[in-house]
């Protein structure tokens, strides 16, 4: 049986016009993924990957790196 909570941990992709996707792949633009572990990363993606300016969270314990990703 699954516990309570664990609905929400799992991986969600919403790009920057509001379209809620499985995955990352081949997508280029802005979005804001969200990880099984409470992470949130919000900014450019080049084919599914995270390149470019953004912001990453760190669920564990409350730390963001703002900057450029390659």
């Not at 516990?3 to 929400?8: L, N, R, S, V």
């Not at 992470?39 to 300016?53: L, M, N, P």
Request: aromatic share 18%; proline share 1%.
């Amino acid at each position: 049986m699954a516990e309570e909570g664990d609905a929400a941990k799992v991986y969600k992709f919403l790009t920057e016009t509001g379209e809620e996707k499985k995955q990352s792949r081949d997508y280029t633009g802005k979005a804001t993924a969200y990880y099984p572990n409470g992470d949130i990363y919000e900014g450019d993606f080049a084919q599914g990957i995270r390149e470019g300016r953004g912001k990453y969270f760190y669920a564990v314990n409350g730390d963001k790196y703002e900057g450029e990703f390659r």
